[in-house]
């Protein structure tokens, strides 16, 4: 089944740098989404991209896919501390059931 | 800003009791979705409804689940007779056609723990 799966599963950086975690998947999709999750709590809506765009901007985050390489990646730039938490990359291949990666946890060190 | 809500935030049951965890969607929402994660592992689909009828479902939503929108504002899940693998976080999702992409924006999760 379609599944996204992240690398890195952790990543510790300093406040102010910037994190780049990666999501790869196995079959075609329609739409990738990014979510955040906080330790154990809901998952927050970060971006969606299409299969037909190749980067989207939202504030201080940047996704990019890659189609041929059946790849996303989110970078967060010069994170803080609130940027801690779980993220998560999920496809969807036109039927709308969202299929989730492992995840890659993030933590910012103050 | 709209959000999906549930309720409870968390639901101690025995093992064999029904559960009905309940979701208000975001109010212009017409596709809804019921997710779980159990600790430490991955989120997963257990079904999505649309037009008052579930439109796909997962090989874990069996027999034992059912959704059902009783009024205009209210989407729940009941698992009739609750075993010890249903201990989960159960997530509501919601999303509109909007321009078809279907973003869904998740509530906060009722924790459910079956003993």
């Known amino acids: 089944s379609q599944q996204g799966e992240e690398d890195p599963q952790a990543l510790s950086i300093q406040e102010g740098e910037n994190a780049t975690m990666n999501c790869s998947y196995k079959?075609?999709?329609?739409?990738l989404q990014w979510y955040r999750q906080n330790s154990g709590r809901g998952l927050v809506h970060l971006i969606l991209i299409r299969s037909n765009e190749r980067e989207k901007h939202s504030g201080r985050l940047r996704v990019t896919l890659d189609t041929s390489k059946k790849s996303s990646s989110l970078l967060i730039t010069a994170s803080r501390a609130a940027d801690t938490a779980s993220y998560f990359c999920?496809?969807?291949?036109?039927?709308?059931?969202?299929?989730f990666g492992a995840g890659t946890t993030v933590t910012v060190r103050a | 800003e709209p959000e999906v809500t549930q309720t409870p935030s968390h639901q101690v049951t025995q093992m064999g009791q029904e559960v009905i965890l309940r979701c208000v969607p975001i109010s212009n929402h017409l596709y809804f979705y019921w997710y779980r994660q159990i600790l430490g592992q991955k989120v997963e689909f257990l079904v999505s409804?649309?037009?008052?009828?579930?439109?796909?479902k997962s090989e874990i939503f069996d027999d034992q689940f059912s959704v059902e929108r009783p009024d205009g504002s209210n989407f729940t899940l009941k698992i009739r007779s609750t075993k010890l693998e249903d201990s989960a976080m159960y997530f509501c999702a919601s999303s509109d056609q909007g321009e078809g992409t279907h973003e869904q924006y998740f509530g906060p999760g009722t924790r459910l723990t079956v003993t």
């Open positions: 999920a496809t969807d291949e036109y039927d709308y059931k969202l299929s």
């Open positions: 409804f649309y037009n008052n009828e579930i439109s796909e």
């Open positions: 079959t075609s999709i329609n739409n």
